[in-house]
């Protein structure tokens, strides 16, 4: 299957600092990336839809001023949690929407596990 | 898109076919059966994604029976390293670009 990265894996920071994190599709081009968060010993929620060239879209209850989405380009979108607080301690996992092929899928990163001192 | 129901947990031998079960009973008709696995501290890997024909690729089988309210996920030689959270997800494929909605999933454990 195709490949999604993600990076950093791991990431320890202070309260109130920002973090980015990114995310690349591999091997083909992304119009449309996902983020999701995973609390521990819970499913995957959904946060936010990354389109290239334009603004994301949040589900609700995802602050948009507090985590920060661009899609730059067809294979890397980032995610910047500002100011960050132990609270929004979390496993962050991207995926990328494969439309080139017969049928569409979409592929994971393999995670991003944040710990906000 | 339509809700799905899954055993909370399975074990399986190591080496014999593992066949995890799900029911969609309200699929709709342009709705895709996928089936992701997540382990342990991993993003989700996909496995295998099908509308109502039977569907096989070098991971797994996927049986959707003719009324296509419900399906099943076959490893056929199941190894310590299946063992993981597997995802049944019913959505329709390339119909907008919406993230997934993630249930609950079966554990597999798979038993040396």
């Known amino acids: 299957g195709a490949v999604v990265s993600q990076h950093p894996s791991r990431v320890i920071c202070k309260s109130g600092t920002s973090v980015k994190i990114e995310c690349r599709s591999l091997?083909?081009?992304?119009?449309?990336m996902f983020w999701y968060r995973q609390f521990p010993k819970q499913s995957l929620m959904l946060m936010a839809t990354?389109?290239?060239?334009?603004?994301?879209?949040?589900e609700q209850g995802v602050e948009k001023d507090k985590f920060l989405i661009n899609h730059a380009s067809l294979t890397l979108s980032t995610l910047t949690v500002t100011s960050a607080h132990p609270e929004d301690s979390s496993f962050y996992i991207c995926?990328?929407?494969?439309?080139?092929?017969?049928?569409?899928?979409?592929?994971f990163g393999p995670g991003t596990r944040l710990l906000v001192l | 898109d339509a809700k799905t129901t899954q055993p909370t947990s399975m074990d399986c031998a190591e080496g014999r076919a593992a066949n995890l079960p799900c029911n969609h009973s309200?699929?709709?008709?342009?709705?895709?059966v996928y089936w992701y696995r997540q382990i342990h501290s991993q993003g989700p890997q996909y496995i295998i994604h099908g509308l109502k024909n039977n569907e096989t690729n070098e991971m797994a089988s996927l049986i959707i029976t003719e009324d296509r309210k419900s399906s099943t996920l076959i490893l056929p030689h199941a190894t310590l390293r299946d063992t993981a959270v597997y995802y049944c997800i019913v959505r329709v494929a390339g119909g907008g670009a919406d993230g997934l909605t993630f249930g609950k999933g079966t554990h597999l454990i798979i038993q040396p």
């Open positions: 990354s389109n290239e060239g334009s603004k994301a879209t949040y």
């Open positions: 309200t699929i709709s008709g342009n709705e895709y």
């Open positions: 091997d083909f081009q992304a119009t449309t």
């Open positions: 995926s990328a929407r494969d439309t080139s092929g017969l049928r569409e899928t979409q592929y």
